[in-house]
T-cell receptor
């Protein structure tokens, strides 16, 4: 069972920031928060991950609450190409076979002109 | 970022035949690779975890004799769907786990299998 809760769908205007929330109230101390997205008929694309500190890369920012029970993925300037299903996943870190990802339903983000 | 390839990108086969799908990590070594399956309008479902040089670990409900996995090198894992039937038609996606402290799974582009 997925350990995260995400809204089923969201809309965002092109050029505006897209803020995608995720609840993971049962997250364990050794679990990271990973974000992936899947554009139709393609494999998932890695976006970002974090443990407890906020993270930023060239694609997005990840804001994790202090209690780690929720997080927000921020796409600062959404484009039409950002239309995809976004998955928030919690998983233990470490290079071992236990580092599997359990995909839930994700959030279908529609970026509109 | 790390690149994972899959071959073929799509395949159509007759019922009863076997199909092999390759997954390669192009610019990094992966001791662990994963195989997922995705049916239309559904999320990805993990089928098995593949470790280089050892037997794969299958998720509950996935037949190991039907979905043969071989991870013979640090950059290649293969999934063979044996005696394929129409209900095996799906989108098969692999991922490779990068090491070196990043511990991130990178996914291939997927293989669409259609069994007639």
């Amino acid at each position: 069972d997925a350990k995260t809760t995400q809204p089923t769908s969201m809309d965002c205007a092109e050029g505006r920031a897209a803020n995608l929330p995720c609840n993971h109230s049962t997250i364990s101390g050794n679990e990271y928060v990973y974000w992936y997205r899947q554009i139709h008929s393609q494999g998932p694309q890695y976006i970002i991950h974090g443990l407890k500190n906020n993270e930023t890369n060239e694609m997005a920012s990840l804001i994790i609450t202090e209690d780690r029970k929720s997080s927000t993925l921020i796409l600062p300037h959404a484009t039409l190409r950002d239309t995809a299903v976004y998955y928030c996943i919690v998983s233990p870190g470490g290079n071992n076979a236990g580092n599997m990802l359990t995909f839930g339903g994700g959030t279908r983000l529609m970026v509109k002109p | 970022g790390a690149v994972v390839s899959q071959h073929p990108s799509w395949v159509i086969c007759k019922s009863g035949t076997s199909v092999k799908i390759e997954c390669r990590s192009l610019d990094f070594q992966a001791t662990t690779m994963f195989w997922y399956r995705q049916f239309p309008k559904q999320s990805l479902m993990l089928m098995a975890t593949s470790n280089e040089g050892s037997k794969a670990t299958y998720e509950q409900g996935v037949e190991k004799d039907k979905f043969l996995i071989n991870h013979a090198s640090l950059t290649l894992s293969t999934l063979t769907v044996t005696s394929a039937h129409p209900e095996d038609s799906s989108f098969y996606i692999c991922s490779a786990l990068s090491g070196g402290g990043t511990d991130t799974q990178y996914f291939g582009p997927g293989t669409r299998l259609t069994v007639l």
